[in-house]
């Protein structure tokens, strides 16, 4: 099991808390089986100690073709308690947001191809997610027009409307 460490440099998970547990290959898909766990962490609330309490069930992490199969990440978070409060705290890692499924490295993905001018169904087909996900990152990289000020050149144009009657398009 010594051969792990490449291949949690292979599909590019920079984080060193998350190790490997096992490689599960089905017949449509691979599924790597990790575990989110680091030091004892600081209660945001009061500020003792917390302890390590347990996992939570597995999230059900998409991600990047590898080795042309499509992959998913099963990952358990490690859960702290704080000793003195009772506030619970769930660990976290830069390769997906908090409170979020999709890593950032399969958003980046998804932008790159809505710059290629690819279809939203192919695009979600391609990379293992939702059309919604993807008409989600595409809203957040269409570009809002500011209606205050006039731009420095306008066109006008004029036709006929109905019988006699004119109207413009701008």
């Given at each position: ?14 984080d060193q ?13 691979k599924e ?127 036709y006929s ?10």
């Open positions: 099991m010594e051969h792990f460490n490449t291949i949690t440099k292979l599909p590019g998970m920079k808390n998350i190790t490997i547990k096992d490689i599960i290959d089905c017949q449509t898909h790597i089986i990790a575990s989110l766990d680091y030091d004892v962490l600081n209660c945001p609330a009061c500020g003792t100690k917390m302890g390590k309490y347990d996992f939570q069930k597995a999230s059900k992490i998409p991600y990047l073709d590898c080795v042309g199969f499509k992959c998913r990440i099963l990952l358990k978070k490690r859960r702290f308690r704080c000793s003195n409060c009772r506030k619970m705290q769930v660990a976290e890692t830069f390769l997906v947001k908090k409170n979020h499924q999709i890593p950032t490295i399969l958003n980046q993905k998804i932008a790159q191809k809505l710059i290629e001018k690819t279809s939203i169904t192919k695009i979600a087909e391609e990379l293992s997610v939702s059309t919604s996900t993807v008409i989600r990152m595409l809203n957040e990289f269409q570009f809002k027009t500011n209606l205050n000020h006039l731009p420095t050149v306008m066109s006008w144009d004029e409307f109905k019988k006699g009657k004119m109207s413009f398009i701008a």
